[in-house]
């Protein structure tokens, strides 16, 4: 909006002319959506504690500590998605279709945690939506945005996936880059759902990803830069660098509230929502295998989730004590902020190790 209204006027006011520079209105989307986060933080908590009553249902078998937490308020994602999405439509370019695309994943995704998330309350268990039918509202919203980035993609890479490591070398998939597209962004999707189990565990692993996919679209979107790295050039796609900004400060005021002990859970409604915009991203900026590495946390707390599965069906037998893995780890003694920061800090070296791709070709 306001690059839309205040760069028409840099002819006349020379300091209109910042709104030109994506890094300047990645900076105002960041700190908008910190403080709408903040802003809105307490209003919000009071709301939803008044509206749903004894909070989150917590799990039977889960571990002892996480009864002390009956009571706390969930869907704590829709301060997110509010912050996210006001300071996007403040600060990005509203005639880019990237932004339009990263919006609604979010934003339907964001939806589908939300009727999840009312789901559990009403019901008091902690099954909400049947995993069949959260799939398939996933799929249909992920086919719709999938069909509106190969429009927005060059014709030349839109069905190519671009492999880290080696410069200019693509796998086209045709047709199947739909069915590889929608895996990414559920995947991501229930992946991020899955990794949050403890306070404050999910949303900084998500604004460190955020981040580095802020810097990697900027990158991509400036044909110096990616030709220099010898990365793909996609036009367009440095615009995206604001909503990854404001979802970095949306995060941010989210972790003021939900810091241990926590005052709000994000629940479905913001877990999803933030793992699917993330895979949206990076499918836009060609860097799918990337978002793997940068996203690590959440593939090995996926994968954790998996064996466990497979193992008991298989042998009867469990490998871990409890399945997401950070449970495991509370039930083997680690403290709950022990395993939090312990978790944050393998994120921060699964990022650097995913921005590195930038530069080994």
């Not at 793909?232 to 941010?252: F, K, Q, R, S």
């Amino acid at each position: 909006m306001l690059y839309h209204l205040l760069t028409p006027l840099a002819d006349e006011y020379i300091v209109f002319n910042l709104f030109n520079y994506i890094t300047f209105r990645t900076g105002g989307a960041i700190l908008t959506a910190l403080f709408i986060g903040l802003a809105i933080g307490p209003m919000v908590i009071r709301t939803l504690k008044s509206l749903q009553g004894a909070g989150q249902p917590i799990r039977d078998d889960g571990p002892e500590t996480h009864f002390k937490k009956a009571g706390t308020p969930t869907m704590g994602g829709v301060m997110i998605l509010i912050s996210v999405t006001f300071a996007t439509f403040l600060w990005a370019d509203l005639n880019n279709l990237f932004i339009w695309i990263a919006l609604l994943v979010m934003v339907g995704f964001g939806l589908i945690g939300f009727g999840d998330d009312f789901l559990k309350l009403t019901k008091r268990n902690t099954k909400g939506l049947s995993g069949k039918l959260k799939l398939v509202c996933q799929f249909f919203i992920a086919v719709v945005a999938t069909w509106g980035i190969t429009l927005a993609l060059p014709e030349k890479i839109a069905t190519s996936v671009a492999v880290p490591f080696f410069k200019d070398f693509f796998i086209p998939l045709g047709i199947f880059f739909f069915l590889w597209a929608v895996l990414v962004m559920i995947g991501a999707s229930n992946a991020v759902n899955l990794t949050d189990g403890l306070d404050g565990l999910a949303i900084v692993p998500v604004a460190i990803a955020a981040a580095c996919f802020g810097l990697i679209a900027y990158l991509v979107g400036r044909v110096d830069f990616s030709t220099y790295l010898q990365i793909p050039y996609v036009p367009g796609t440095a615009e995206l660098a604001i909503i990854c900004g404001a979802l970095v400060g949306g995060a941010m005021g989210f972790l003021w509230y939900n810091t241990p002990p926590a005052m709000i859970f994000m629940g479905d409604t913001g877990s999803l929502a933030m793992g699917g915009v993330l895979g949206a991203i990076a499918i836009m900026v060609k860097h799918e295998l990337v978002l793997a590495i940068i996203g690590g946390l959440f593939v090995i707390e996926t994968l954790s989730v998996i064996i466990q599965v497979a193992s008991f069906k298989l042998t009867g037998k469990r490998v871990f004590k409890m399945a997401p893995l950070h449970h495991h780890f509370e039930k083997s003694g680690w403290s709950e902020p022990t395993v939090v920061i312990r978790f944050w800090i393998i994120a921060v070296v699964l990022a650097l190790i995913g921005l590195s791709t930038l530069k080994l070709r």
